[in-house]
Nanobody, 124 residues
Framework: QVQLIESGGGLVQPGGSLRLVCTTS????????VGWFRQAPGRERHFVGA???????HYADSVKGRFTISRDNAKNTVYLQMNGVNPEDTGLYYC??????????????????WGQGTQVTVSS
């Protein structure tokens, strides 16, 4: 069973940057896709981005060009660098691990293991 812990959330001003960290209990790069999802208050959870075990990266249209995922295999860590944030980026951010096929990479049901989430609030 893979355990995931998110950190790095907080309060950030519009236009600012934040880096979220997802630490996993085991090396995921050879077997799992690690995805980032977010859930705004009163709304459903949505896909933000993911890195596959093939080391390809995928992003939601709403964050393309602003958010970047990277991984440090030696540290069992996946990062979500958030730049140019806006209030619509506010939410609880989760990282998750699973083995979705490419066409289902945005489907949260395809991810078996989840962290507890870290809150990101974008406000002036």
């Amino acid at each position: 069973q893979v355990q995931l812990i998110e950190s790095g959330g907080g309060l950030v001003q519009p236009g600012g940057s934040l880096r979220l960290v997802c630490t996993t209990s085991e090396r995921t790069n050879s077997r799992y896709t690690v995805g980032w999802f977010r859930q705004a208050p009163g709304r459903e959870r949505h896909f933000v981005g993911a890195v596959r075990h093939t080391n390809t990266y995928h992003y939601a249209d709403s964050v393309k060009g602003r958010f970047t995922i990277s991984r440090d295999n030696a540290k069992n860590t996946v990062y979500l660098q958030m730049n140019g944030v806006n209030p619509e980026d506010t939410g609880l951010y989760y990282c998750a691990a699973g083995q979705p096929i490419l066409s289902a990479i945005r489907d949260e049901k395809m991810y078996r293991y989840w962290g507890q989430g870290t809150q990101v609030t974008v406000s002036s």
